[in-house]
């Protein structure tokens, strides 16, 4: 997890799906769907407007092909463990 002054693990959570959304190419609608929700809810949740829920964990991880321990722990994170999703390939 980094280690910014006042960063919050919702930040570091949504932080990090944004950027391995990027990495992967998915779209919102495509996390959204593995989590039972719509588009919109995601979109809102990734703003820091509605928090996310302990049972979305493991959901959004699996999606990436990671643990939910992994996704907590942020990108780089990821990145330095060598566990990033190849790009443009998600479990979809």
Same mark, same amino acid.
């Given at each position: 997890?980094?280690?910014?002054?006042?960063?919050? &693990?919702?930040? /570091?959570?949504?932080?990090?799906?944004?950027? =391995?959304?990027?990495?992967? #190419?998915? +779209?919102?609608? %495509?996390? @959204?769907?593995? &989590?039972?929700? /719509?588009?919109?809810?995601?979109?809102?949740? =990734?703003?820091?407007?509605? #928090?996310? +829920?302990?049972? %979305?964990? @493991?959901?959004?991880?699996?999606?990436?092909?990671?643990?939910?321990?992994?996704? =907590?722990?942020?990108?780089?994170?990821?990145?330095?463990?060598?566990?990033?999703?190849?790009?443009?390939?998600?479990?979809?």
């Amino acid at each position: 997890m980094s280690d910014h002054e006042g960063e919050t &693990l919702e930040t /570091t959570l949504n932080e990090t799906i944004k950027l =391995l959304m990027t990495r992967t #190419g998915c +779209r919102q609608v %495509d996390v @959204a769907g593995a &989590l039972g929700i /719509t588009r919109g809810s995601l979109s809102q949740r =990734l703003l820091g407007n509605s #928090g996310w +829920r302990v049972n %979305d964990l @493991a959901p959004v991880a699996e999606f990436f092909a990671l643990t939910p321990g992994e996704l =907590l722990s942020g990108y780089a994170a990821i990145a330095a463990s060598h566990r990033l999703p190849p790009k443009g390939q998600t479990r979809i």
